[in-house]
DNA sequence: CTTGTATAATGCAATATTACGATTAATAAT
DNA sequence: ATTATTAATCGTAATATTGCATTATACAAG
C-alpha cells in the first residue's frame, strides 16, 4: 500500500500535510533559511549551502516550488530561486491558526 | 540512497524537519485537529476519526508520541491520548519565529 | 567551433513510509 | 475459567523518498 488514503480527510488536512511535508527536509529547510538571508540566490549556490550533489538540490528545488513556496527565474544561463511571499504569508496564516492561536483551558491527561 | 544527509545540516535544522514530518500527514493532521476540539480522546475514538483501520492509526499515534506531541496516559483498559501541552507551546514558538516573525523588506525575483 | 558552466531529465539503488491483517497482551465482564 | 474489549506489535506488500551518476540541453566566453 504505500498510500495516503487522501479520501478519509479533508481538503484543508491534505493541503496542510502536502505543505508541511515540502519543508520537513533539512535540505529544504537550509535552502529556506539562506533565501530568507539572502532574498535570493542561484541554484549554483543553493548547491553549496545543502552540500548535496546538484541533481539531488535540483530537486528539492522543484518540490519547494511545486508546493509553492518558491519561485524562480530565469537570470541568464542561471535560475535565480526566491521565497514567494504571497503564498508564504498565506501557509503562514494557516499555521498560525493550527499551531500558534491554540489556548488550552484545560489541563489534561 | 533513501538516507537523509543528517550531518550536512545544523541541529535546528534536522529537529524541525523531524517535527514537521511528525505532523505532515493527513491522519495525523486530522488526529491533532481533533485533540484541539475534545482536549483528550481515548484509541478506540480516534480510529473512527481517521477512517484508518486500528493498526494504522496505533502506529500514527506513536509517530505522534515519538515526535513529543502527544501524550497518552492508561485509563482502565483504554489509552488516553492528548497533546503535550509544554512541547507544543515549544513548538509553536520555533515554527513562529521561522515562519510568521518574517518581514521581507526587499521584493523578488 | 570548442570548452566551461548551469540547469534539467532519466534511471538506479537504498531506505522510508503507509496501510493492513493477524497476533499478542492486558484488563474487564460473564 | 472463558469470553470480549482494547490497544500495541509483527510481518508483509505497495509505494514514496533520497541521493547520485549519467546524460542532455542551452548559452557564455575564448
Not at 539562506?34 to 549551502?49: P, Q, S
Not at 528545488?61 to 513556496?69: D, H, N
Request: with cysteine.
Amino acid at each position: 500500500m504505500g498510500l495516503t488514503k487522501t479520501a478519509n480527510f479533508t481538503e484543508r488536512q491534505n493541503k496542510l500535510a502536502l505543505m508541511l511535508k515540502a519543508v520537513a527536509h533539512p535540505a529544504r529547510i537550509a535552502i529556506i533559511d539562506h533565501l530568507l538571508k539572502a532574498n535570493e540566490c542561484i541554484t549554483g549556490y543553493l548547491v553549496e549551502v545543502t552540500g548535496l550533489s546538484q541533481a539531488t538540490t535540483s530537486q528539492h528545488l522543484r518540490e519547494l516550488k511545486e508546493a509553492g513556496l518558491l519561485k524562480g527565474t530565469i537570470e541568464g544561463t542561471s535560475m535565480n530561486y526566491c521565497i514567494d511571499q504571497v503564498k508564504w504569508k498565506e501557509n503562514a496564516a494557516i499555521l498560525k491558526t493550527f499551531f500558534i492561536d491554540v489556548k488550552f483551558d484545560e489541563t489534561c491527561c
